[in-house]
């Protein structure tokens, strides 16, 4: 029974791993935790310097090992080209990590079509398509029933609370177009679980609530002791420990036989959002 054992059930020691959006904030915090535990990581974003410092950390925990690749996943052309960069440096895939994402705010009655809707979905949504589309070959390969090839998506709680208007969006202003985009990520997720199951890969995603990150940097220098005291039960924001913890759980052994789920990590703060969603000037 040493299958039990946590060594075992919990182990990610050589798998390979593709973290978008992996130079900063989630994405570095989920790489942080696969490089400790013996992966070797692969992160991308769209800023080399960023990149570079990051990597430069991450393999400073020991265990693995990091390395960067410069992409733009906001246009297929994109996705294209860091699949095309990956699969020159490896053979296959065991994790791959979707986090790429942004957010808008602006006022409801004045949303940008393109920056608002167009870029938001296309970061957000479209990219996790394609990217898996591109790489589903790679996920596939030895993969097995009892150690699957494993696809993270990073959503959010906005995606099952609804308020676009709130303390992180700004005095007047809603994030509309960031709620349903991280909505059809949850929704995308099962429909790729659905697909990729008979291929022996899960596909599950994570749903966080408040981190620290550069999505959050605004709104929590403007909120500040507000989003503690009045939204979080826990008291607190979220930790990498807390956001590496779930990662680890999808992509080892333990979770072979779970797929299709959507996992919220908040500290419990979706429940005190209704609560104080009338606070908020409109």
Same mark, same amino acid.
């Given at each position: 029974m040493s299958?039990? *054992?946590?060594?075992s059930l919990f182990d990610v020691?050589? #798998?390979?791993?593709? +973290?978008?959006?992996?130079?900063?904030?989630?994405? /570095?915090?989920? *790489?942080?935790?696969? $490089?400790?535990?013996? !992966? @070797?990581?692969?992160? *991308?974003? /769209?800023?080399? %310097?960023q990149l570079k410092d990051a990597v430069q950390d991450l393999n #400073?925990?020991?265990?693995?090992?990091?390395?960067?690749? +410069?992409?733009?996943?906001?246009?297929?052309a994109g996705c294209d080209a860091l699949i095309a960069e990956f699969k020159k440096r490896e053979s296959n895939l065991h994790v791959l990590v979707n986090n790429s994402g942004v @957010?808008?705010? !602006? %006022?409801?009655h004045d949303f940008p079509e393109e920056k608002g809707w167009d870029y938001v979905f296309a970061v957000n949504v479209r990219s996790i398509f394609y990217s898996m589309a591109a790489l589903t070959d790679y996920l596939t390969k030895g993969a097995t029933s009892h150690d699957p090839g494993c696809i993270i998506n990073i959503s959010s709680v906005a995606s099952v609370v609804p308020h676009s208007e709130n303390l992180l969006s700004g005095?007047?202003?809603? @994030?509309?177009?960031?709620?349903?985009?991280?909505?059809? +990520?949850?929704?995308?997720?099962?429909?790729l679980a659905v697909k990729l199951g008979p291929s022996q890969v899960t596909v599950n995603a994570i749903l966080p609530g408040y981190f620290p990150s550069k999505m959050t940097a605004f709104g929590l220098k403007a909120a500040g002791e507000k989003v503690l005291a009045k939204e979080q039960p826990t008291g607190r924001l979220g930790t990498t420990e807390d956001m590496a913890g779930?990662?680890?759980?999808? !992509?080892? %052994?333990a979770s072979a036989h779970v797929t299709g789920t959507h +996992?919220? $990590?908040?500290?419990?703060?979706?429940?005190?959002?209704? /609560?104080? *969603?009338?606070?908020? #000037?409109?």
């Open positions: 299958t039990l *054992a946590a060594s020691k050589g #798998k390979i791993v593709l +973290v978008t959006g992996g130079g900063s904030g989630l994405g /570095r915090m989920i *790489a942080a935790g696969f $490089v400790k535990n013996g !992966a @070797t990581v692969y992160i *991308a974003a /769209r800023k080399e %310097p #400073k925990l020991g265990g693995g090992k990091a390395y960067y690749i +410069v992409a733009n996943v906001g246009s297929k @957010t808008w705010g !602006a %006022p409801y005095a007047g202003k809603g @994030t509309w177009s960031y709620q349903p985009s991280k909505a059809a +990520v949850n929704h995308l997720t099962t429909q779930v990662a680890l759980f999808f !992509a080892s %052994p +996992v919220i $990590v908040d500290g419990g703060g979706r429940f005190m959002r209704q /609560r104080i *969603a009338g606070q908020v #000037k409109l």
